[in-house]
């Protein structure tokens, strides 16, 4: 469960970076024309919440919540340094994020 909530917790603050006006383009690049991705910070903030729900709901106590709350910097700290230096690092890592939620339930 805990790979489900790092991976979703990671796409939403790439959703949510890449819905600044300032970070839109490095991050979506070509695909920042697509209409789906007109509004990205609206499905940045329901990953961040599902991400909690997951994150409360767990059943090992507080641990999973506070994990949470340590990987916010975690996960920032991979998209800032992925935009100032070489915006296709973030990208990259959002296809490793999406299997990370769709493996979190199996392992």
Same mark, same amino acid.
């Given at each position: 469960?805990?790979?489900?909530?790092?991976?979703?917790?990671?796409?939403?603050?790439?959703?949510?970076?890449?819905?600044?006006?300032?970070?839109?383009?490095? @991050?979506?690049?070509?695909?920042?024309?697509?209409? +789906?991705?007109r509004h990205p910070a609206r499905?940045?903030? #329901? $990953? &961040? =919440? /599902?991400?909690?729900?997951?994150?409360?709901?767990?059943?090992?106590?507080?641990?999973?919540?506070?994990f949470w709350f340590g990987f916010?910097?975690?996960?920032?700290?991979? @998209?800032?340094?992925?935009?100032?230096?070489?915006? +296709?690092?973030?990208?990259?890592?959002?296809?490793?994020? #999406? $299997? &990370? =939620? /769709?493996?979190?339930?199996?392992?």
């Amino acid at each position: 469960m805990t790979l489900a909530i790092t991976g979703l917790l990671y796409l939403g603050m790439f959703a949510l970076a890449a819905g600044m006006s300032r970070h839109g383009d490095p @991050l979506l690049g070509a695909q920042a024309k697509l209409a +789906a991705l007109r509004h990205p910070a609206r499905y940045g903030w #329901a $990953l &961040l =919440v /599902l991400s909690f729900l997951l994150a409360c709901l767990a059943h090992d106590g507080g641990q999973t919540l506070v994990f949470w709350f340590g990987f916010i910097p975690l996960a920032s700290a991979i @998209l800032v340094l992925g935009i100032t230096y070489r915006p +296709a690092i973030p990208r990259i890592c959002v296809p490793i994020a #999406a $299997l &990370l =939620v /769709l493996a979190g339930p199996l392992l």
